[in-house]
């Protein structure tokens, strides 16, 4: 009981530091290096439940035109963190779901906006390898924040184990038991 009560404590006391990513408080959108950076640190993890993409990329201005999955990825990770809405928007609008990558962009997307049913039906769709980690924590996050009782999270931990299996990286790794840790101690 005094363990739950800490970590309440320590939660409240960390959120007015948490960045919000659109209209969704509950997660930080880092970059690989950021989140390498926070852990180096020994900075909290456990209780922002960060979502890493590879990389964030400031030059958004050449988006439209931009083919490399990887690089839009980049790029609208940087605009979803930064708030960009009028330049999400239109990109969204005009993106098509030739390219891949565009799936995930939006659940990203959707999961900014407190939409996760909507998240998930994207994220099911997606199917490429190098994301495959990502995909399951988003799906697991996803269904977790759409349990009416959070104390029953048992239901998700199917996908916590399929990011895991997807996965040798011990960082990524780490996440996955950070995750485990917010959700059975909230």
């Known amino acids: 009981m005094i363990r739950k009560l800490l970590f309440l404590l320590l939660l409240f006391i960390t959120l007015p530091l948490s960045a919000r990513i659109g209209a969704n408080s509950n997660f930080w959108l880092l970059s690989q290096t950021e989140y390498n ?30 083919t490399d999955e990887e690089s839009l990825l980049a790029k609208f990770s940087f605009m979803l963190k930064k708030n960009k809405s009028s330049l999400i928007e239109e990109y969204l609008s005009d993106c098509t779901n030739k390219l891949e990558i565009n799936k995930l962009i939006k659940a990203l997307y959707y999961l900014s906006q407190n939409n996760y049913e909507t998240a998930i039906s994207y994220l099911e769709k997606f199917e490429m390898e190098d994301f495959r980690f990502l995909k399951f924590l988003l799906i697991a996050d996803c269904y977790y924040e759409l349990l009416p009782d959070k104390r029953n999270y048992k239901t998700i931990m199917d996908y916590y184990q399929k990011a895991m299996d997807s996965t040798e990286d011990e960082q990524n790794k780490s996440m996955i038991d950070n995750r485990i840790k917010f959700i059975k101690y909230l």
């Open 37 to 66: 950076l926070k852990i180096d640190k020994g900075q909290n993890v456990v209780l922002n439940r960060c979502i890493v993409v590879p990389d964030l990329d400031s030059t958004i201005n050449d988006i439209f035109i931009t």
